[in-house]
């Protein structure tokens, strides 16, 4: 089996939040649709749809609370797993009481109304907020990653060149986000003198991580 941490539950839940989304959209159109005659086959549409968020919602919450039980974890992490589990069990409750709701209409044959409506956004908001906390638990609390890029230094320093010939009037961007132009600050010359410079100072740029690649010339700021 493909090695996925914690297990296929990150893949599965991006299913229920299609399905409702296309699930409230069907069943909107087809409500405004009314009387159209492929208005019936949208809402049918929107019924499948709902079908599939709550069948693979139910497969999700099942794998999430594998992940759950399994996953490594420290005592604040554990604080947001626990409520990322609580909104993904409530809106699942809330979605098989939504699904009821449909069967009974499709067995009486009423057209949903704006109540079942407000339901399903009701449903839709549930599930964003769910997948929330969820994305908050990778990208907050680092749950379930295998490992994490490792920084190059203070600021993600490194060298970077500059190219062989620079431009009189090209300003260079360096690390803290200032801007400079190399004639100025090298040459010591203004842009319009045309005498060039025969004595150049090298100096040792005093910002940690200021560093130029070989073959460029380091200025002051």
């Not at 919450?61 to 594998?66: K, L, M």
């Not at 604040?76 to 939504?98: C, K, P």
């Not at 009974?104 to 549930?126: D, I, Q």
Request: with cysteine; net charge negative.
């Amino acid at each position: 089996m493909i090695e996925i941490i914690p297990n296929f539950h990150p893949v599965l839940v991006h299913f229920p939040i299609a399905f409702i989304t296309s699930a409230l959209a069907f069943t909107a159109i087809g409500a405004l649709l009314n009387n159209k005659p492929y208005a019936s086959l949208i809402l049918l549409a929107g019924r499948w749809m709902l079908w599939g968020a709550v069948l693979f919602a139910l497969i999700a919450v099942v794998f999430g609370w594998f992940a759950y039980n399994s996953v490594e974890h420290d005592e604040i992490s554990h604080a947001a797993m626990t409520v990322h589990r609580n909104w993904a069990l409530g809106t699942l409750v809330a979605w098989l009481a939504l699904l009821a709701w449909d069967v009974w209409c499709g067995r009486t044959g009423k057209k949903p109304t704006l109540g079942f409506l407000v339901a399903l956004m009701v449903a839709w908001l549930l599930v964003m907020a769910t997948a929330w906390h969820g994305g908050e638990l990778v990208y907050r609390y680092g749950l379930g990653v295998m490992s994490l890029p490792k920084a190059e230094g203070a600021g993600h320093d490194h060298p970077h060149a500059h190219g062989d010939m620079q431009m009189p009037d090209a300003a260079a961007s360096h690390e803290g986000g200032h801007t400079h132009s190399h004639d100025e600050s090298v040459l010591g010359e203004s842009p319009s003198s045309s005498t060039p410079a025969t004595n150049i100072q090298v100096t040792t740029p005093e910002k940690i991580g200021h560093t130029h690649a070989p073959g460029t010339l380091p200025h002051n700021d």
